[in-house]
């Protein structure tokens, strides 16, 4: 379906079974992976439970570990935009420390604005003094999931599992440096060119473009809160004069949250 949309976009018009069965014909279809068996969040921190409302609401972080040729270990920091799907910042270091973690934030802040929250496991990095104070003195909440269960963070595991077999599992690294030039090169068609089945097959740059910014928004409907036990109409996140970007996940009024 991906492969179908984006030569729609090109231009084609094609059919998606016929662009299955060329597929399989030249022998491009790979085994699919067993589902696994969903888990809902259960915490109030959930992903499930506490959803982004607007573009720069919620951010998610987390790291992903890759080895270099030598052996040598690499950490990669993801941060995605919750609503819009947006890869962020994919940082390649060494090592990560609280510290280190604040100086990524600062520059993605400067640069993207601040969310209203951002949420991540409790690995030692998120829950350091260092993050934690500097959040608290840019104003902006911390949720962290459940221990154990990554299940609740859905989105940027679900993002690190694409960046993975998509860029990583692909790539041999002699370096950091060359490990941080291949996953921006990845990240940049991630977010302008890889249709997402979210977001209505747009790309991420193309419905972020078209969403409010959740956090500057000065006059948002007070139901339109961080906690998602009211009943919030996710239409006041689109720009004044343009069509619902809204996929039927987005377009969806939220039901009550029972806790």
Not at 108 to 119: T, V, Y
Request: net charge positive; with cysteine; hydrophobic share 30%.
């Amino acid at each position: 379906r991906r492969v179908a949309a984006l030569l729609r976009s090109e231009g084609w018009r094609v059919n998606d079974k016929r662009v299955h069965r060329l597929w399989k014909s030249e022998g491009l279809q790979i085994r699919r992976k067993a589902r696994k068996r969903r888990r809902s969040g259960l915490s109030l921190n959930a992903c499930n439970r506490r959803k982004a409302l607007g573009k720069n609401h919620v951010w998610s972080y987390d790291f992903v570990t890759e080895r270099t040729h030598r052996g040598g270990r690499v950490r990669i920091l993801t941060v995605v935009d919750e609503f819009t799907r947006e890869c962020l910042a994919v940082e390649v270091r060494r090592h990560y420390t609280g510290e280190d973690v604040v100086e990524t934030l600062k520059e993605l802040f400067a640069l993207r604005g601040r969310p209203r929250c951002l949420r991540s496991d409790n690995g030692p990095e998120f829950v350091s003094k260092a993050v934690k104070k500097w959040l608290r003195t840019s104003r902006v909440k911390t949720r962290f999931v459940a221990p154990g269960s990554p299940w609740e963070n859905g989105y940027i595991e679900s993002f690190n599992g694409k960046l993975r077999d998509e860029c990583l599992n692909g790539e041999l690294f002699l370096s950091r440096a060359e490990a941080q030039y291949v996953v921006n090169r990845w990240r940049m068609d991630y977010n302008h060119h890889r249709p997402h089945s979210r977001l209505g097959w747009q790309t991420p740059a193309e419905f972020s473009a078209r969403c409010r910014d959740y956090a500057r928004e000065k006059n948002w409907p007070k139901q339109c809160g961080d906690m998602a036990d009211g009943m919030v109409p996710l239409a006041c996140c689109v720009l004044p004069g343009s069509a619902s970007p809204h996929p039927p996940e987005h377009s969806e009024i939220m039901q009550p949250t029972l806790t």
